[in-house]
């Protein structure tokens, strides 16, 4: 059976996270997951954006990967050491995936509930 997969035109999206939207989206009507799907997809960060905004860092913006993922104090301690002197922006530059899978989930649960409240 050849069916759509909405999931599958979102950017960089790794296959553990979709295993995580179709469990997470498995209970919902199809109005619901529309739902989810536009709320979701409007706030989902992919792995890329993550590695950009990280490589930022080794240009003086230091912590900005942080604040776009919503963690602003420790994106604040980035920008004022520097990224810890560089090592916590090399540590993020080898987490980029799973720091953007991390933000994926919360946003998952957000737009799960936006969802729900639609029907």
């Known amino acids: ?6 999931y599958m035109s979102l950017s960089g999206i790794t296959t553990e996270e979709m295993a995580f939207l179709h469990q997470a989206t498995n209970d919902l009507t199809d109005t619901q997951k529309q739902s989810f799907f536009l709320a ?18 080794f240009l003086g913006f230091a912590g900005i990967q ?21 090592i916590g922006t090399i540590v993020d530059l080898i987490n980029h995936v799973s720091i953007a899978l991390e933000y994926n989930k919360k946003m998952a649960f957000e737009s799960f509930q936006i969802a729900k409240m639609s029907a």
Do not use: A
Request: overall charge positive; proline content about 4%.
């Open 1 to 6: 059976m050849d069916t759509y997969n909405p």
């Open 66 to 86: 942080r604040f776009i993922t919503g963690q602003v104090v420790l994106g604040i301690f980035y920008f004022f050491t520097v990224g810890f002197c560089f």
């Open 40 to 57: 979701y997809s409007g706030k989902r960060k992919s792995p890329q954006d993550i590695l950009i905004f990280t490589l930022l860092g």
